[in-house]
């Protein structure tokens, strides 16, 4: 079975800094992308920022330069570090990543996506 789970988040004055962190459990055989995604209330779930295996990321144009994903596979770990926060990224985070778990007859099984249950960041004005 494999867990997704988020912690990190927290109510931050504007302008703040947080680290959000990603830890999946479980029988894992393999980890390709890793990414964070956020809900405000009354809007759909958007994507903040992705990394791939090799380490290489991708950023919603709001998150540029403000936001660093990174990862660490040898912990099946994914983080991000928010700065200069503002009260738009006020949102529950969500952690997704694309997992293959392992399986003890054949090895690995199919790769799905799985999702961490959120953790809520605050950003006051």
């Known amino acids: 079975q494999v867990q997704v789970v988020e912690s990190g988040g927290d109510a931050v004055p504007a302008g703040g800094s947080l680290t959000l962190s990603c830890v999946v459990l479980?029988?894992?055989?393999?980890?390709?992308?890793m990414g964070w995604y956020r809900q405000a209330p009354g809007k759909q779930r958007e994507l903040v920022a992705e990394?791939?295996?090799?380490?290489?990321?991708t950023y919603e144009d709001s998150a540029r330069g403000r936001f660093t994903i990174s990862r660490d596979n040898t912990k099946n770990l994914v983080t991000l570090q928010m700065n200069s926060l503002k009260p738009e990224d006020t949102a529950v985070y969500y952690c997704?990543?694309?997992?293959?778990?392992?399986?003890?007859?054949?090895?690995?099984?199919?790769?799905?996506?799985?999702w961490g249950q959120g953790t809520q960041v605050t950003v006051s004005s």
């Open positions: 997704k990543a694309a997992v293959t778990p392992a399986d003890p007859h054949s090895g690995a099984g199919w790769e799905n996506d799985y």
């Open positions: 479980g029988s894992i055989y393999r980890i390709d992308s």
């Open positions: 990394i791939t295996r090799k380490g290489t990321p």
